[in-house]
């Protein structure tokens, strides 16, 4: 095992480049510049790529730059969904926070793992990136004269392919992008989480849920709610009855019900009516309960 040496300059970027935009996404007086969303794109399509394939691959004779470039973006697609699919089975869901924080933590972990197996090599074998000396390759091909047509050729259509990658980055950057609108609503149980609903009632008691409704429909909307129990209409405070709820604000409030009639496994349905359609609901949720007789 060699000794202790200082972090390699990739694994070092890549550390700083995942800890830059978690501050920035992170800070809110940050997080609404351009700069976030410019590191947001490396942080989604390379550097969890990168540090995984240094991780498998800490040998200089492993892998050829290109192959790493190439194997760094193609397992950074793989990882972001699959940490995706994974946050979805979780109460935080497929949101920015928990992804970009569980996207960072899995980064680092692989830097630090990666950093270690390099220091089991001997200096020689270590995979680096020699960035002066790449700095110099490239400055040198690009004002220098090419060997052949052929060359001449690949360098422009990769010069061609950096420009418009380039160009495309700048536009999902500069160019806002409107989302479809929607509306989020649902029911939470009594702990305010989306588990440990009550579904078993003796007849006479009460139970608590949370409604929840969040606005993404880009204006203010109006809406109106109705619970209902084996198709009959439950009562609901005001405050439920009648929505009025602004663009991009969430209202969560605590509902009580005492089923007043036994039976198993009937319908409790909460039903999102919006301001242009009274009749048929624009959103649905249910629940089946259980009813028992009082003791």
Same mark, same amino acid.
């Given at each position: 095992?060699?000794? #202790?040496?200082?972090? $390699?300059?990739? /694994? /070092? ?11 920035? *996404? ?50 950074? *697609?793989? !990882? *972001? ?15 920015? !926070? ?20 390099? #220091?089991?090599? $001997? ?18 091909? !690009?004002?220098?004269?090419? =060997?052949?047509?052929?060359?001449? #050729? ?5 010069? /061609? ?40 009632? !003796?007849?006479? =008691? ?27 209409? /439950?009562?609901?405070?005001? %405050? ?6 602004? #663009? ?10 005492? $089923?007043?009639? =036994? ?11 919006? =301001?242009?359609?009274? %009749? ?16």
């Amino acid at each position: 095992m060699a000794g #202790n040496q200082k972090f $390699p300059s990739d /694994l /070092l970027l890549v550390a700083g480049l995942v800890i830059l935009t978690d501050i920035f *996404v992170l800070i809110p007086v940050l997080s609404g510049s351009l700069i976030r969303t410019a590191l947001g794109l490396p942080l989604i399509l390379f550097l969890p790529g990168y540090a995984l394939i240094a991780m498998l691959f800490p040998e200089k004779s492993g892998l050829e730059g290109m192959e790493r470039i190439a194997l760094s973006v193609a397992m950074s *697609v793989s !990882i *972001v969904s699959l940490i995706g699919l994974a946050l979805n089975y979780t109460s935080w869901g497929i949101k920015e !926070i928990p992804l970009i924080t569980s996207i960072s933590i899995f980064t680092l972990i692989m830097l630090a793992t990666a950093y270690v197996r390099r #220091n089991y090599l $001997p200096a020689d074998s270590k995979f680096d990136v020699p960035f002066k000396d790449l700095a110099i390759t490239l400055l040198s091909g !690009i004002i220098g004269k090419p =060997e052949s047509k052929t060359e001449k #050729n690949l360098r422009i259509i990769l010069a /061609l392919s950096f420009l418009i990658l380039i160009g495309t980055g700048v536009y999902v950057v500069l160019v806002p992008q409107d989302k479809e609108p929607y509306t989020e609503f649902y029911v939470l149980g009594a702990n305010g989480t989306a588990n440990d609903y009550k579904t078993d009632y !003796i007849q006479g =008691e009460s139970g608590t849920y949370f409604i929840g409704i969040t606005n993404n429909e880009h204006r203010t909307m109006d809406y109106t709610m109705e619970v209902r129990l084996k198709n009959q209409s /439950l009562p609901l405070p005001e %405050n439920l009855q009648h929505i009025r709820l602004a #663009n991009n604000k969430t209202l969560v409030e605590p509902f009580e019900i005492t $089923p007043s009639v =036994e039976g198993d496994n009937m319908k409790l349905e909460f039903l999102l009516f919006n =301001e242009t359609e009274k %009749n048929i609901p624009y959103k649905d949720l249910r629940l089946w309960i259980n009813v028992g007789e009082e003791v």
